[in-house]
């Protein structure tokens, strides 16, 4: 599963080397190119106005920060969202909670725990936005590397999000297009997200999946 602009490999594996444009959208504001560095450009070439593109690579910077200290709430704040719905599923049993080469994977090679969580979030300009994050335990880190490049191929299945109607979205078409994972010892991280009300731009989705891929699994 990938977003549909991000690079590939030959094995159509998503990627995030090369020099693909990342876009961070703050209270309608969104910005073209890496949240680090000098001045940001977009694919087209179009620069942002100096001022405006350091306030938000700020914000972005201190969400990935407070992400890695294990503070989600906190992070979510400095990209001014607003949790608005939240539900968490724990079990042992990985395959019936897949689909494709991800559930055949997960069959053959039984997952050590799954922590899944659904929430929604809102900006302010009234976009609201269903985040899903699985963190999948696995016996070794070979198979957590392996489950996670099973699911960074489009098409190949993955951890099946919870449903939207647990947290008053709905039924949510899961496209893949805003997606990221990582891996951390034996878990594999995957997460996703997907409109759920208004027109929030597909940058700004991308980057809250690049964020939230960051949480810690949820102690309750």
């Known amino acids: 599963m990938s977003w549909r602009n991000q690079p590939r490999d030959r094995q159509g594996r998503w990627t995030k080397g090369g020099t693909a444009a990342v876009g961070v959208a703050v209270a309608g504001?969104?910005?073209?190119?890496?949240?680090?560095?000098?001045?940001?450009?977009?694919a087209?070439?179009?620069?942002?106005?100096?001022?405006?593109?350091?306030?938000?690579?700020?914000a972005f910077t201190k969400s990935v920060q407070a992400a890695k200290k294990g503070r989600p709430a906190q992070a979510l704040r400095h990209l001014k969202l607003k949790r608005t719905g939240r539900t968490v599923d724990r079990a042992v049993q990985c395959g019936a909670r897949s689909y494709g080469e991800a559930q055949r994977?997960?069959?053959?090679?039984?997952?050590?725990?799954?922590?899944?969580?659904?929430?929604?979030v809102d900006d302010e300009r009234g976009n609201r936005i269903a985040v899903s994050v699985s963190w999948v335990r696995m016996p070794?880190?070979?198979?957590?590397?392996?489950?996670?490049?099973?699911?960074?191929?489009?098409?190949?299945?993955?951890?099946?999000?919870?449903?939207?109607?647990?947290?008053?979205?709905?039924?949510?078409a899961w496209t893949g297009h805003h997606y990221d994972s990582r891996?951390?010892?034996?878990?594999?991280?995957?997460?996703?997200?997907?409109?759920?009300?208004?027109?929030?731009?597909?940058?700004?989705?991308?980057?809250?999946a690049e964020l939230a891929v960051g949480f810690p699994a949820p102690k309750r």
Request: overall charge positive; hydrophobic content about 35%.
């Open 44 to 58: 087209g070439g179009m620069s942002m106005q100096a001022g405006m593109t350091q306030v938000t690579r700020q």
């Open 183 to 208: 891996r951390t010892g034996r878990t594999t991280v995957i997460a996703e997200t997907e409109p759920v009300r208004g027109n929030a731009d597909p940058e700004y989705l991308d980057n809250v």
């Open 29 to 42: 504001v969104v910005l073209y190119g890496p949240v680090t560095g000098g001045v940001s450009t977009g």
């Open 105 to 120: 994977f997960l069959v053959r090679n039984p997952c050590r725990s799954l922590n899944r969580v659904l929430f929604t």
């Open 140 to 172: 070794t880190t070979a198979q957590a590397n392996r489950l996670r490049r099973l699911a960074d191929v489009q098409g190949a299945g993955n951890v099946s999000p919870l449903p939207g109607a647990l947290v008053g979205a709905g039924d949510i």
